[in-house]
C-alpha cells in the first residue's frame, strides 16, 4: 500500500498555489464546483491508486 | 397438466394497447391464457382429509420458479408448481437476459427458442444532453455457444419456458392455485391453496418459494425484506416502430427532451423499443402518465410520431434482500430473496442462476448423496451474489440519479471528460451489465498451483472444445 505524500513536492508551491486560485477566478460558485469536481476526477486517476485517495479523503474530511 | 388441457399450446389472446383500468394511457391484455384444471389432490384431500405428500412444490410460475422446476424434473424428480394466475405477458418487465442465463436455459433445452427470437445490439450510445460522451461496440465474443446477451421481452422467456414444462411429464403445473397459508416445520411444510373449486391442502418435503418481490409467502413467515428504497420514479413505455431506426442502445444524461433526468432506449423484438424515462421524485404520476405528456418526449427521442404507444406504466425501484435464503424447508429464490434495481438487468438474471445453484443441491439431497447440510452453501453462495448485484445496480442508480447537487455536478464532470479521456469514459455508468458472480466463499477452495487458463475458481467454466475418446473434437 502506498502512503498519501504530505510532504512539499512542489518545487514552486505559491505557483502551484496561484493555478488553482487563479484557475476559479471569474467563476460563479457553480462553474467553480464543477471545476473542482473535473479536477479531482483527473488528479485522481493520475494518481491511480485507491489507498492513496481513500488516505486523501480522510484528511480532507477532518473536522467536515 | 392444466397448460396442455389449454391445448397443448399457449395461445396469444391479446395484444391490445387499448385504456385500462389504473394504467394511465396503456394497459396490455395478457398476451397467454392458460386453463385452470382440477387437480387430482383436490378431490384426494377432499375425500380423505389428508393433504396429499410432494417432495417438491415450487410456489410461482415466473421465470425463476419455471427454471427451477424445469432442472429438477430433468434431474428425475417430480416437481409441482403452483401460481396464483393464469397469465403471461401482462406488463412489461425484464428484456435483457445474460449469457449465464442462456448457458442455463440452453441446458434446460429453452436456450434455443430464447437466442432465436432475441436480438442483440452491439453499439451503445450515452448522451449528455445533447451531446455524445461515450460511445461503444460490444463486438461479439469468438468461441461462445452463446451470445453475450439478448434483449427478450419477460413473456416470450416465461412462454418459451411454460412450452418446455409441458413437454416434461414430472412436472405438474397448476394455474389459478394460490397459496394462501403456509405451516413449516423441521421436515416438511403444509400448504394451504384457494382455487376456482375452493382450497385444498397439500404437504411439501421441500417448498421453493419463488413468488416474486412482494413474496406473499415471505410475508407469512413474518421475514423482514432489508435494503434500500429509491425515492425515483421511473416511467417506462413499449413503442412499436417499424420505421428505419438504427438498433442501439441510448442512453441521455439531462436529456433536452426532459431535463434535469436521465432517458434510455432500447430495442427488443417485433418492433417493439423500450424506453425508460426517469421521473425525480416530485414527479405525479398521474400527470407523467398522460399521452400528452409521454408522446412529445417520446417523439423528440425518436426524431418523428410514427409510432403506436403499446405500454407505459410507472416503478419505483428497491433493492433490497432477505436475511437468510434457507428457513429449514423453504427456500426463497429469485425476486423474493432479493429484489435488484433494474439498472444492469441483474434482476431475473441473477434469479436464474439462484435457481441453478439451488436445483442440483436439492437433487443430490433427495436422492441421498448429501445431507440437508449442502442447503447452507447455497445460502452462503447466493447471499453473496446478491450483495454483488445490489452493490453494482444500487451504484448505477447512483450515477443515474444523483442525490444531492453536488452529486449531479460530480456526476456530470465525469461525463464531461468522458468525451474527452478513456479514464472517465470507465467511470460512466448507465447500468453495468449483468456478469455471472464468482464465488469467493469458503467452498472454492484455493488453488495451490499455479494456472494460467482464464476458468477462475468458483466461476463458471468457460465455453471450450472437448476431445472424446476417439479423439474427435466436439
Ligand atoms: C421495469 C423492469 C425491468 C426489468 N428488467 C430486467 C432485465 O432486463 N433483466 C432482468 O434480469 N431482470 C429485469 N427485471 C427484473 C425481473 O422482472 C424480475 O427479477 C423477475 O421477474 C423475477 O422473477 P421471479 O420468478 O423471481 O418472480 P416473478 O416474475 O415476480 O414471479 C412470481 C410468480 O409468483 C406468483 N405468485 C405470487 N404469489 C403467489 C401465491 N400466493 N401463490 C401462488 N403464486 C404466487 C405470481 O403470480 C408470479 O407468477 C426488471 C423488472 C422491472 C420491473
Known amino acids: 500500500m502506498m502512503d498519501l505524500i504530505t510532504t512539499s513536492q512542489l518545487a514552486a508551491p505559491d505557483a502551484a498555489y496561484n493555478m488553482i486560485v487563479d484557475a476559479h477566478r471569474g467563476l460563479d460558485e457553480k462553474d467553480s464546483a464543477v471545476l473542482n469536481a473535473r479536477l479531482v476526477f483527473l488528479l485522481a486517476n493520475h494518481i491511480g491508486e485507491l489507498s492513496v485517495l481513500e488516505q486523501a479523503i480522510a484528511l480532507a474530511k477532518e473536522e467536515l | 397438466m392444466a397448460a396442455t388441457e389449454a391445448g397443448g399450446r399457449a395461445a396469444p389472446v391479446n395484444a391490445s394497447a387499448n385504456a385500462g383500468p389504473g394504467m394511465g394511457t396503456g394497459s396490455r391484455k395478457a398476451f397467454y391464457q392458460f386453463g385452470y384444471a382440477r387437480a387430482a389432490d383436490q378431490d384426494a384431500f377432499a375425500a380423505t382429509g389428508k393433504p396429499p405428500r410432494h417432495p417438491i412444490v415450487v410456489v410461482g410460475a415466473g421465470p425463476v420458479g419455471m427454471t427451477v422446476a424445469i432442472d429438477l424434473a430433468m434431474r428425475g424428480n417430480e416437481v409441482v408448481i403452483l401460481d396464483d394466475a393464469d397469465r403471461i405477458g401482462e406488463g412489461s418487465r425484464a428484456i435483457c437476459f445474460f449469457q449465464r442465463t442462456l448457458e442455463i436455459w440452453d441446458r434446460l433445452g429453452v436456450g434455443k427458442p430464447m437466442v432465436d427470437k432475441g436480438i442483440t445490439w452491439q453499439v451503445g450510445k450515452d448522451f449528455l444532453r445533447d451531446d455524445l460522451v461515450y460511445q461503444f461496440d460490444l463486438l461479439p465474443e469468438d468461441g461462445h455457444k452463446m451470445p453475450a446477451f439478448i434483449n427478450l421481452q419477460q413473456y416470450y422467456a416465461e412462454l418459451y419456458l411454460v412450452e418446455r414444462i409441458v413437454e416434461l411429464p414430472r412436472i405438474d403445473l397448476r394455474w389459478r392455485n394460490k397459496v394462501s397459508a403456509i405451516d413449516s416445520h423441521a421436515d416438511g411444510v403444509r400448504l394451504t391453496i384457494e382455487t376456482p373449486d375452493g382450497p385444498y391442502e397439500i404437504e411439501a418435503d421441500w ?16 421475514l423482514e425484506f432489508k435494503g434500500e428504497v429509491f425515492d425515483d420514479r421511473f416511467l417506462i413505455a413499449d413503442v412499436k416502430m417499424t420505421a428505419d431506426f438504427p438498433v442501439e442502445r441510448w442512453f441521455w444524461f439531462d436529456p433536452p427532451f426532459h431535463a434535469g433526468q436521465s432517458a434510455l432506449l432500447q430495442k427488443q423484438p417485433d418492433d417493439i423499443w423500450r424506453i425508460d424515462l426517469q421521473l425525480g421524485p416530485e414527479a405525479d404520476p398521474e400527470t407523467e402518465q398522460k399521452l400528452e405528456n409521454v408522446v412529445p418526449r417520446i ?3 425518436l426524431g418523428h410520431s410514427n409510432f403506436e404507444l403499446k405500454w407505459v406504466s410507472l416503478y419505483s425501484f428497491q433493492c433490497r434482500r432477505i436475511d437468510r435464503f434457507v428457513h429449514d424447508r423453504v427456500v426463497f429464490c429469485g425476486d423474493s430473496a ?6 444492469g438487468a441483474r434482476g431475473a438474471n441473477s434469479g436464474v442462476q439462484d435457481a441453478e445453484n439451488l436445483a442440483w443441491k436439492l437433487d443430490f439431497i433427495l436422492k441421498g448423496e448429501a445431507d440437508t447440510s449442502l442447503m447452507a452453501t447455497y445460502d452462503a453462495e447466493r447471499s453473496d451474489a446478491a450483495d454483488e ?15 444531492t447537487e453536488m452529486e449531479r455536478t460530480l456526476r456530470n464532470a465525469v461525463l464531461h471528460l468522458a468525451a474527452r479521456t478513456e479514464f472517465a469514459r470507465a467511470m460512466v455508468n448507465s447500468g453495468r451489465l449483468s456478469q455471472s458472480v464468482t464465488y469467493a466463499t469458503d467452498f472454492s477452495t484455493p488453488d495451490t ?5 482464464s476458468a477462475k475458481l468458483g466461476a463458471p467454466v468457460p465455453d471450450a472444445t472437448l476431445r472424446t475418446a476417439e479423439g474427435r473434437e466436439t
Open chain 2, 389 to 403: 448485484n445490489i452493490g453494482h445496480s444500487t451504484r448505477s442508480t447512483d450515477f443515474i440519479a444523483p442525490k
Open chain 2, 449 to 453: 498451483e499455479a494456472f494460467s487458463g
Open chain 2, 299 to 301: 417523439e423528440w427521442m
Open chain 2, 207 to 222: 417448498l421453493i418459494a419463488c413468488d416474486g418481490a412482494k413474496s406473499p409467502l415471505r410475508a407469512m413467515m413474518d
Open chain 2, 338 to 343: 432479493h429484489e435488484i434495481s433494474p439498472f
